[in-house]
Structure formats: C-alpha cells, structure tokens
C-alpha cells in the first residue's frame, strides 16, 4: 500500500535553504527567458562581438557620391546610377576627360553605403574605388607614396553612449565604423583588431586609461603593433527619434595625449552611420596632420624595456645610483685605490627565470620593480604575463642566485630557490 502524509503535516511544511535557492533560480530564469527571449539570453552568453575590417589596400577610395538615376526596370536604373557614379568620382579624384569605358576599366570595386531601388528608379550613396595601378598616373597627385608613413598603430574605438564606455564588448556602430574604413591610401598604419574571442578581454574600455607601461609593452606584442591611438566617440540623443549629436576627439600614446576634437550631429538614428564614417574619415586627417608635424611618434618607454611609468622609473634609476655611490664610497683601506676593486658590475651575467603571481597590472609593476632595483641586475622583462595567475620574467643578474634570493627578502618577499629560478610572492 503507497503510504500518505496527512494534509496537517503539508500544513506545516516550510521549504529548506536548498529548497528556497533552488526554487528562486528556477523563478529568475524563467523571468529571463520570458521577458528578453532565450535566443538574446544565448547570444548574451557566447558574446558574438568580432567584426573583421576590410581588406586595406593602396586603391584610390572616392566616398560620398550620391546618384538618382531611373530606368525601365528597377535593376536598369541601378545600372545606370552605378555608370553615373563612377563619372562622378572620377571628376571629384582630378582625372581628365575619359571615355566612360576607360573609366570603368579602372574601377575595382563599387561599396554601396546607402542606397533605394523602386521599380524604376534608383537613389543612392556610393564609394567608387580605382585601381592605383591602372588609375594613378592620371591622379597621381593623390598618391601617398612620397609622404611618411607611421608606425604600426594599435587603434581602440572607444564609445561613450547612453553612460556607457564600450569598444568591443558588444557590436558597437563606432568599432563598424573603423571596420569599413579603408585605410590604405592613408600615411597611418591602422592596427584593427577584430574584437573576437579574447581580444574582448584584453582590450576593454578601461584599457587606454592604463599607464602601465609593462602591461602595454605585452598588448601591442600581442598585436605588433608599436604605439596605441584612441579615437573616441560620444553620442548624446536630445529625445527617441530626434537628433543625434556626436563629440570626436582624437588620442594617442599610453598617456591618452589629447590631439583634437570636433562635432558633428545626425538629424535621427538612419544618420549616425553616416556620422560615423564622417568623422572616421576626419580623425585620419587629424592623425595624418600629427604624423606630419613630428607627434605621432612610439613612446620610447614602452620599448625600453622598463615597463613603468616614467616618474616610477626615475625613481628607481635614482634609487639604484645611490646604491652604487654608497658602494663606491666604501674604498678599502689597505691602500688599495677604487679602481682595483671589483665590483658586481664586473662580473659576467647570467639568465634566470623568476616566477611571480600576477593578480592585476599593478603587481606586475611591483614585481619589476622589486627585481630590477636588486644590485647586480642588469635587466628585467616579462616573457609569459598571466593576468590572475603566476606570470614570469627573464633576468639578467651578474652574481650568485643566492645573492638575488637574499635581496629580495629584504624587500619583503618570500623566495623559492630552484635550478637556475627564483620564485617570489608576497
């Protein structure tokens, strides 16, 4: 016989701790998938962010030309303003008069930007693009190949909209932009990360306010890249619907050195892309207008192998000179002059690998810092740099390993003798 419980005892039932958070989980999922739907919950989850920038090239790029052209049928006006289009940027690039056939034979690529196909007529904005090959020596005046070109670039779009920094957390319209920007007849050397998979982790909004040089030096390794510039955007919406109005300000270095800023607006949301690319194609004059006047140049201190901010590093480089005086100040006095004696310098240098936990930025500083302010070092630099883990540094050291192990404990760290390795912690 299946036994029952008596409806006093389910009276007086009362769920368990596990019973409650079991129970509230089930609860605040379901709410979630009611209210934003289980395939925007799976799309939050996996992060679809990466948006691959077009191919750079050295073609001569002509944008913003606009056609309203008509036709019999819908696809032959869109013929015909594609022909009227390719006439139009010719004109607009400074080439001379030229069949319409000579002309076409020079166009590689017609990128539409905005465009309207009724059953009859065709409005549009387009992008003519010419072959530099073919097109240059009657547009020759055009060409960059006499202007300097920078170093490579690190670029982070960064966008402030709605109280909220981005870059490529989500598929932003500031990173689109940048994407479809194409770059090659610029003198910069853009740098453009797609943002997909851990390149979201690594380059976030916060990132350009990091001084850190050690933590920028292994960024632009992981991008070969030899400097960072920031372009940002603003957009401030006055009500739904209404105008948009975007403040742009170009940045570079570690230290977000200002370069300049502007203001463009949008009657509505159909023209922020417009926008965009607008002022994409301003702050590469901006960054073109710096090169040339000697601004854009790599940061000496992210390659020098210091890691640190500049005033960290004085510091330390006053710190060690004082050090090396207290040891030259101490002459024998057996008449021997100062010059007879050896010094730690002298002796040949040796490699070892030191292990260190790395829980932020700032302790992959201190960590630097407390190796390279050791006497008898010669140089310091991360080889493997595990944010939240144990990260590890090369060293160049002239003396005994025991002889680092006593002089970081010293400084207050715990040390772990191994072959040839040394492992520290706090």
Known sequence: ???????????RWRPGPAATLLGGLGVALAVALVAIGPARLVAQVEGDRGILPVATSSDVEISGITVNTTGKTGWEARLEGWKVAQKQAWLKAG???MPDSTIESMVTAVVIEREQIGPKRYIATLTIVFDRARAGQYIGGMATGARARSAPLLTIPVLYSGGVAQVYEVRGPWQQAWAQFRGGTSPIDYVR??????????ITAGQPARRSRAWWHNVLDQFGAADVIVPEARLERQWPGGPVR???????????????????????EAGVTRMLADAVVRIDAAYTRALEQGLLKPDPTIRQGSGMDPALVALVQRAQALEQAKQAGAAPTDGATPSATPTAAAAPASTITIQFASPDAGAVDAALAAVRGAPGVQGASTTSLAMGGTSVMRVSYAGELSALAAALRARGWQVSVGSNALSIRR
């Open 95 to 97: 080439g001379p008069a």
């Open 193 to 202: 990360p797609s943002g997909a998979g851990g390149e979201s982790l690594l």
């Open 1 to 11: 016989m299946t036994p029952t419980l008596p409806l006093s005892h389910l009276g």
């Open 246 to 268: 975007g403040t742009f300000t170009a940045r570079y270095g570690p230290d977000r050195t200002f370069l300049e800023s502007f203001t463009l607006t949008a009657n509505d």
